[in-house]
């Protein structure tokens, strides 16, 4: 089981990343994925996350309306699209998977992911 994240960089404020994660290894198709970050001398937090199967979508409200979750059709990519970035937004993001199918996006949580992919970092110049 592999999770590749990709499309961090440097960026000014009010600026646009996207970022994207390729799942490989098994189906993730039923199961609720998303998005953390973690900045420097914090703890991981929750970002964004998306359910395979019922395409519900849950948000922290630190980043809503400015970013946005997403899945192709095969269920094997997951993107962030990540608008009017601002300098609290810089950390290291990491895409994940719950540890069971059918998990409520509402509920994610680090403690309920499974499958971790390696960060990427975002850098929100100010």
């Known amino acids: 089981v592999q999770l ?17 994660c390729a ?14 970050r973690q900045a420097p001398g914090k703890e991981r937090e929750f970002v964004a996350a998306i359910s395979w199967s019922s395409g519900a979508t849950n948000y922290a409200d630190s980043v ?35 540890k069971s199918p059918y998990s409520p996006v509402i509920l994610f949580s680090a403690a309920g992911v499974g499958f971790w992919g390696q960060g990427t970092q975002v850098t929100v110049s100010s």
Do not use: H
């Not at 098994?26 to 994925?33: E, G, I, K, L, N």
């Not at 946005?68 to 998977?97: F, G, H, R």
């Open 23 to 36: 799942a490989s290894g098994r189906t993730f198709s039923t199961y609720t994925m998303g998005w953390f």
């Open 64 to 98: 809503n309306g400015r970013f946005a979750i997403s899945t192709n059709s095969a269920k094997n990519t997951l993107w962030l699209q990540m608008n009017a970035l601002k300098p609290e937004d810089t950390a290291v993001y990491y895409c994940a998977a719950a």
């Open 4 to 20: 590749q994240a990709s499309g961090g960089g440097l960026v000014q404020a009010g600026g646009s990343l996207r970022l994207s």
